[in-house]
């Protein structure tokens, strides 16, 4: 549904292409750790969005199974909330929690029945092939993706939007991190849930969009959706 107040005035559900860029995916990972060759994937959350609200945003959230992961003292601490949760979903037999072998195939399913279909400007460039966006994707999150097979369906290109926040002259050579960047977004009149990372994917994925859409027209996803998606 729209946010309250506003009206659809006769859009399509579906997703509507008006160019390559308009359609984005947030992605977001909750790992074991920080390094893809040791670690591994507990949470992974896709949301593809139209950077203009053109459709209803859509979500894949997925937990990954627990058995055989290495830990860092760090991310133990940081997700000792969620490990009871994957594991009661996991005795129940829940359908959101999977096998790290089959997150390739779960995601690239979702693309196809979520209606995406990339018109192909050259032969080089395969259909369905997405442009991911997130914070750090590139130097973080890919790395562990191309490690459970996923590295045909995203493009080595990537839309970051920390760059939309960073000032040097007040970040010198520090990038903002993603809570600076929501902080900064929320002081120019942004509407958002809150200005602090969650650690969480979903919440994390909707963050990134909230960041982009902000910057390219003025609202947040959280202000025309309500952070709601099928």
């Known amino acids: 549904k729209p946010a309250e107040g506003r009206k659809e005035s006769g859009r399509s559900c579906r997703p509507q292409r008006r160019n390559s860029l308009s359609v984005v995916f947030s992605i977001d990972l909750e790992t074991t750790g920080l390094d893809p060759n040791v670690h591994g994937i507990v949470e992974f959350a896709a949301i593809m969005a139209d950077t203009h609200h053109a459709f209803q945003p859509r979500v894949l959230h997925r ?9 860092s003292e760090y991310c133990l ?4 909330s969620l490990i009871p949760v994957i594991l009661a979903l996991t005795k129940n037999k ?3 929690v999977i096998h790290p072998n089959d997150l390739a195939y779960a995601f690239e399913r979702w693309i196809t029945d979520v209606g995406y279909n990339e018109t192909k400007r050259n032969a080089a460039v395969a259909a369905k092939r997405i442009t991911p966006s997130g914070k ?5 999150d890919k790395g562990f993706l191309d490690k459970v097979g996923c590295g045909s369906i995203y493009r080595h290109r990537t839309a970051d939007p920390v760059m939309l926040y960073y000032n040097p002259g007040k970040h010198g050579d520090v990038l903002p991190s993603t809570d600076q960047c929501l902080e900064l977004a929320a002081s120019e009149g942004a509407l958002l849930p809150t200005t602090k990372a969650a650690h969480t994917a979903v919440e994390d994925a909707w963050a990134v969009l909230d960041l982009l859409t902000f910057k390219y027209t003025g609202k947040t996803c959280y202000e025309v959706w309500k952070h709601q998606g099928a």
């Open 94 to 96: 829940d359908p959101k």
């Open 77 to 80: 601490e940081l997700h000792a």
């Open 136 to 140: 750090n994707f590139a130097s973080f």
């Open 63 to 71: 937990y990954l199974r627990l058995e055989g992961l290495v830990w």
